[in-house]
T-cell receptor
Framework: AQSVTQPDIHITVSEGASLELRCNYS??????LFWYVQSPGQGLQLLLK??????LVQGIKGFEAEFKRSQSSFNLRKPSVHWSDAAEYFC?????????????FGQGTTLQVKP | GAGVSQSPSNKVTEKGKDVELRCDPI?????LYWYRQSLGQGLEFLIY????????KSGLPSDRFSAERTGGSVSTLTIQRTQQEDSAVYLC?????????????FGPGTRLTVT
């Protein structure tokens, strides 16, 4: 079945430590890939996206993500986490076979940052 | 420029009442999406508009839910005879087009509580 999976529901890291949030997808053709962040009480903000080309994508707020076709993964990384990064992170896809552009989201990963 | 706006930000209603949720997309964005975010179901697609037409209503959970868009701009999501399971945050997003796909920009959401 087609799906987007974020294996980690909750992650805690210390401020200044590195971060990696996992995302795996299951689609016949590589979908368009996105990472969104949602701070408490806020809407969703796009961090970065992958459509094609260079597999390492740079986003806002110092985030990057790497697309790995062989692993059907699009993991989000940040070298040094700040307390303000505490939020919920969603991986999302738009299947290439559709023509509506609707996003299909993973279940989300809640990031807690320890001082 | 102005982002996507939604109103009201919070709505408390009694079970059985009808509610209307409003979305003002970014000017010039032809595609508009409604999503629902709830604890049990995560982020779910509801409906998408291209201009004033809705080619994909597949996410609407029941016939109590309907939506319209007028003038290629403002959209209203209506829930009739609200039930407690309708309690959720309703998010609206807009994008330049569905061919791309272009980035979706999200509003802050309307938190609906059905008592």
């Amino acid at each position: 079945a087609q799906s987007v999976t974020q294996p980690d529901i909750h992650i805690t890291v210390s401020e200044g430590a590195s971060l990696e949030l996992r995302c795996n997808y299951s689609y016949g053709a590589t979908p368009y890939l996105f990472w969104y962040v949602q701070s408490p009480g806020q809407g969703l903000q796009l961090l970065l996206k992958y459509f094609s080309g260079d597999t390492l994508v740079q986003g806002i707020k110092g985030f990057e993500a790497e697309f790995k076709r062989s692993q059907s993964s699009f993991n989000l990384r940040k070298p040094s986490v700040h307390w303000s990064d505490a939020a919920e992170y969603f991986c999302a896809v738009v299947p290439r076979s559709g023509n509506t552009g609707k996003l299909i989201f993973g279940q989300g990963t809640t990031l807690q940052v320890k001082p | 420029g102005a982002g996507v706006s939604q109103s009201p930000s919070n709505k408390v209603t009694e079970k059985g009442k009808d509610v209307e949720l409003r979305c003002d997309p970014i000017s010039g964005h032809t595609a508009l999406y409604w999503y629902r975010q709830s604890l049990g179901q995560g982020l779910e697609f509801l409906i998408y508009f291209q201009g004033n037409s809705a080619p994909d209503k597949s996410g609407l959970p029941s016939d109590r839910f309907s939506a319209e868009r007028t003038g290629g701009s403002v959209s209203t999501l209506t829930i009739q005879r609200t039930q407690q399971e309708d309690s959720a945050v309703y998010l609206c997003a807009s994008s330049l087009s569905t061919s791309g796909p272009y980035e979706q920009y999200f509003g802050p959401g309307t938190r609906l509580t059905v008592t």
